[in-house]
């Protein structure tokens, strides 16, 4: 199985400054030209949402100031600015070989 | 509106099962692949397994191989988990979810206990 490994576990980020959160893949999710990442924010209560998938492609109805850059094992989510709705945990999660597999997660805190 | 909506949960005792549904609207859900995943009380999520649009591929994650059933049937736009042998670590909740290679559409969940 591919093991995601996220870092940090938890942030804290001010209004407006930038949030970063890694994802590590014990293997290449890379296939064919395509990295087979995806982002998801899951807020209390609520089901996850998609955010980025295929490592850099923003969903639709997704704000801009979410970014995500990678390849191979080394992935990234950029959050810029912060905004108070984005007190969140996120995902990242692998879909290039089954099982597919998710990050334990990083919980986004606003200071 | 495209909406998945889960349900069939609820209190099973450990050795039990329990079939879960998730019904699909405002999309052709035949031309989808679907998924459960899961999330125990506190913690993440985790892939249960999937189903491609005419059900001959299924795929599980290994060490839910023998327990879950994934089903479908497209003429009622329903996705389904056949649960088994359950024990108090399957209690979370179980949401389905559409698409591969990503996930673009979440059901609520529906929330299985497991407990005598």
């Known amino acids: 199985d591919i093991v995601l490994t996220q870092s940090p576990a938890s942030l804290a980020v001010s209004l407006g400054q930038r949030a970063t959160i890694s994802c590590k893949a014990s293997?290449?999710?890379?296939?064919?030209?395509?990295?087979?990442m995806n982002w998801y924010q899951q807020k209390p209560g609520q089901p996850p949402k998609l955010l980025i998938y295929a490592a850099s492609n923003l969903e639709s109805g997704i704000p801009a100031r979410f970014s995500g850059s990678g390849s191979g094992t080394d992935f990234t989510l950029n959050i810029h600015p912060v905004e108070e709705e984005d007190a969140a945990t996120y995902y990242c999660q692998q879909s290039n070989e089954d099982p597919l597999t998710f990050g334990a997660g990083t919980k986004l805190e606003l200071k | 509106e495209v909406k998945l909506l889960e349900s069939g949960g609820g209190l099973v005792q450990p050795g039990g099962s329990l079939k879960l549904s998730c019904a699909a609207s405002g999309f052709d859900f035949s031309r989808y692949w679907m998924s459960w995943v899961r999330q125990a009380p506190g913690k993440g999520l985790e892939w249960i397994g999937e189903?491609?649009?005419?059900?001959?591929?299924?795929n599980y994650t290994p060490s839910l191989k023998d327990k879950f059933i994934i089903s479908r049937d497209n003429a009622k736009n329903t996705l389904y988990l056949q649960m088994s042998k359950v024990r108090s670590e399957d209690t979370a909740l179980y949401y389905c979810?559409?698409?591969?290679?990503?996930?673009?559409?979440w059901g609520a969940g529906t929330t299985v206990t497991v407990s005598s």
């Open positions: 189903i491609n649009p005419d059900s001959s591929t299924i």
């Open positions: 979810a559409r698409g591969r290679p990503q996930f673009d559409v």
């Open positions: 293997q290449s999710v890379d296939y064919d030209g395509d990295s087979y």
